[in-house]
């Protein structure tokens, strides 16, 4: 259906005069009416019923009043959001992140975009594997994303670190560590210890478990669970203690308290990515504001923000 056509089509239906319809539009009656015919021949129905005194709209008249006002509609929006990549703009900016990353950035980061933009859209995706988020955004299913480095680098990816994180140890309120300012791993060896596979939290896993290896006598793995509150619930319940990055210090979860590590441990590090020369001004608004947030003081408990520079 060509746009002219239901153009014209609207104009009458609305105004139900054929000579009005023109004038509104600028073009003669007999264009009107051509395009009207053309319509109703293409759809093989009256979409009006005339006479010489009046014009009004069939039921499938109505119907088609509906659906040429939403093309329109959608074939406006098309164009301006075309145009808007265009000049570097994106209409729904798909950003990903990780749980801590959403937990602490994404309230600072809408109400940024929002006052950079009112009409910026986001898609929020939650990221489980901080892999499968970077690949996400090389594979052009999201446009950016808040997760950890992978070990192994994605091609064709830039990074911007954000902060670094402690490890902190979650335990029972009623644990004898937990009247401690740190706590040292081997003080937990009698403790069961609730931890993360590596199939679902491999950085996670592996830092979990380089605490370990430089223990003495570390605690037993008694069980591996993939969600965080799940973990908390159950340390809450006396079940075992659990080793964590620092922001879930935040969630507010009874009869559990954290405390920093005695032994030397390697922080968890948090990055936005995103794709490698991407003329995108919505990407580059974003990694100013999430720049700001981070030096502003949305961080995990004793994290270090990372100058975008290093």
């Keep these: 259906m060509d746009p002219t056509t239901l153009r014209s089509f609207i104009a009458v239906a609305e105004l139900l005069h054929f000579r009005r319809a023109a004038e509104r539009l600028g073009v003669g009656q007999a264009v009107v009416s051509r395009h009207v015919q053309a319509l109703e021949?293409?759809?093989?129905?009256?979409?009006l019923l005339r006479t010489t005194r009046s014009v009004s709209l069939t039921a499938a008249g109505a119907t088609m009043l509906e659906?040429?006002?939403?093309v329109l509609?959608?074939?406006d929006a098309a164009l301006r959001a075309t145009r808007q990549a265009a000049a570097g703009g994106l209409p729904i900016l798909r950003l990903g992140g990780i749980d801590g990353a959403l937990n602490l950035l994404l309230p600072p980061i809408l109400k940024g975009l929002a006052r950079h933009d009112p009409a910026q859209r986001v898609a929020i995706t939650e990221i489980v594997t901080s892999g499968d988020g970077a690949a996400a955004v090389a594979n052009h299913r999201l446009d950016a994303a808040l997760v950890r480095p992978p070990a192994q680098a994605i091609d064709g990816l830039a990074w911007m670190g954000v902060w670094r994180e402690p490890v902190v140890?979650?335990?029972?309120?009623?644990?004898?560590?937990?009247r401690r300012s740190d706590v040292d791993p081997d003080a937990l060896c009698d403790t069961p210890m609730i931890?993360?596979?590596?199939?679902?939290?491999?950085?996670?896993?592996e830092a979990v478990r380089a605490i370990l290896e430089a223990a003495s006598d570390p605690p037993r793995i008694a069980l591996e669970?993939?969600?965080?509150l799940t973990v908390l619930t159950l340390v809450s319940d006396g079940v075992g203690c659990a080793l964590l990055p620092a922001w879930v210090s935040r969630l507010p979860v009874a009869r559990v308290v954290f405390r920093p590590l005695s032994a030397a441990a390697a922080p968890l590090t948090l990055a936005l990515c995103w794709r490698?020369?991407?003329?995108?001004?919505?990407?580059a608004?974003?990694?100013?504001i999430v720049r700001d947030a981070v030096h502003g003081g949305a961080v995990p408990p004793d994290a270090v923000a990372i100058d975008p520079k290093n």
């Design 169 to 178: 140890v979650a335990l029972p309120e009623d644990h004898p560590a937990a």
């Design 195 to 205: 931890a993360f596979p590596r199939h679902a939290r491999p950085i996670l896993h």
């Design 73 to 75: 509609d959608r074939s």
């Design 285 to 288: 608004t974003l990694r100013r």
């Design 225 to 228: 669970l993939s969600e965080k």
């Design 67 to 70: 659906e040429a006002r939403a």
């Design 41 to 47: 021949h293409e759809v093989g129905t009256p979409l």
């Design 276 to 283: 490698n020369g991407d003329p995108s001004e919505t990407v």
